[in-house]
């Protein structure tokens, strides 16, 4: 079992950066692969990266390219997602999640945090 909880998520102007963290629970998290996803209001959840569990390998959301870098540290248990130059529509919910399989698909991730809101105004 892994427990995540998310931080790191504010108000902030387009145009700003954020970092959010994602800390796991647990003893096996450099087992599994970490992604984030979002979900505003009235969407459905989208993904946004993926890291694999030893994090040589990301893949991201082609919209999200060279805006958003997604990181982890295994001594930490922790994994990071960098988001610069934010603009409105980047306004959601943003869940960290862990499961065994490299995946846009949220429904092959096994543990999800509670979410972080991040709000970005014009």
């Known amino acids: 079992q892994v427990q995540l909880v998310e931080s790191g998520g504010g108000l902030v102007q387009a145009g700003d950066s954020l970092r959010l963290s994602c800390a796991a629970s647990g003893r096996t998290f450099s087992s599994y692969v970490m992604g984030w996803f979002r979900q505003a209001p009235g969407k459905e959840r989208e993904f946004v990266a993926t890291i694999n569990s030893s994090g040589g390998r990301t893949y991201y959301a082609d919209s999200l390219k060279g805006r958003f870098t997604i990181s982890r540290d295994n001594v930490k248990n922790t994994v990071y997602l960098q988001m610069n130059s934010l603009k409105p529509e980047d306004t959601a919910v943003y869940y960290c999640?862990?499961?065994?399989?490299?995946?846009?698909?949220?429904?092959?991730?096994?543990?999800w945090g509670q979410g972080t809101q991040v709000t970005v105004s014009s």
């Open positions: 999640a862990a499961g065994r399989y490299s995946s846009m698909s949220s429904s092959l991730y096994d543990y």
